[in-house]
């Protein structure tokens, strides 16, 4: 068993920046991708970035240049740094990882909202 917290989020105008962290405890030797997820209400929950244990990076096109995905394995963190956001932008964010055997576990998520 893997459990997520997450923390950072909250109000920010466009153009701001916010700083997502998300904590991993339990199982945390099994972890293998970390990622970072997002949903508005009525659409499916979306891909925004996400990591390998080897640091191995993939983000959603809309994001690129933008937000940076970065993790410390010894600390069990993730990161995603969100520089000139958007009100598009605006979701709850959820943390996410995978296991080497294949687990998916989810963090509770956190409220990003950019205001225009």
């Known amino acids: 068993q893997v459990q997520l917290v997450e923390s950072g989020g909250g109000l920010v105008q466009a153009g701001g920046s916010l700083r997502l962290s998300c904590a991993a405890s339990?199982?945390?030797?099994?972890?293998?991708?970390m990622g970072w997820y997002r949903q508005t209400p009525g659409k499916q929950r979306e891909l925004v970035a996400e990591?390998?244990?080897?640091?191995?990076?993939t983000y959603t096109d809309s994001v690129k240049g933008r937000f940076t995905i970065s993790r410390d394995i010894a600390k069990n963190m993730v990161y995603l740094q969100m520089n000139s956001l958007k009100p598009e932008d605006t979701a709850v964010y959820y943390c996410?990882?995978?296991?080497?055997?294949?687990?998916?576990?989810w963090g509770q998520g956190t409220q990003v909202t950019v205001s225009s």
């Open positions: 996410k990882t995978l296991t080497s055997w294949g687990y998916e576990y």
């Open positions: 990591i390998t244990r080897s640091g191995t990076t």
């Open positions: 339990g199982s945390t030797f099994s972890i293998n991708t």
